[in-house]
């Protein structure tokens, strides 16, 4: 079992930054990717951004340029770093560990609400 513990998520006007912050414990295999997703009312939940253990990151295309994922795979840590939000930033945002067999795990979410 994999617990995934968030925090960083709150309120911000339009054009402010945030940083979120997800802290994995367990069983993790050492080849692993860890993402960020997020989800709102009626909408599918959608990727974020995503990084492997080996560094290579993805990002959806909504938020490319304005957004920043990171790790620090020793303390089994990822970040995601939010600049120039915009109102429709506006969701739930989960943490998700998936290792290389495809088994994953998502955290509890937190909000991030952006103020127009």
């Known amino acids: 079992q994999v617990q995934l513990a968030e925090s960083g998520g709150g309120l911000v006007q339009a054009g402010g930054s945030l940083r979120l912050s997800c802290a994995a414990s367990?069983?993790?295999?050492?080849?692993?990717?860890m993402a960020w997703f997020r989800q709102v009312p009626g909408k599918q939940r959608e990727l974020v951004a995503a990084i492997t253990s080996g560094g290579r990151t993805n990002y959806g295309d909504s938020v490319k340029g304005r957004f920043t994922i990171s790790r620090d795979s020793a303390k089994n840590t990822v970040h995601l770093q939010m600049a120039s939000l915009k109102p429709e930033d506006t969701a739930v945002y989960y943490c998700?560990?998936?290792?290389?067999?495809?088994?994953?795990?998502w955290g509890q979410g937190t909000q991030v609400t952006v103020s127009s």
């Open positions: 998700n560990i998936k290792n290389g067999w495809g088994i994953e795990y």
């Open positions: 367990g069983s993790i295999f050492s080849s692993n990717v």
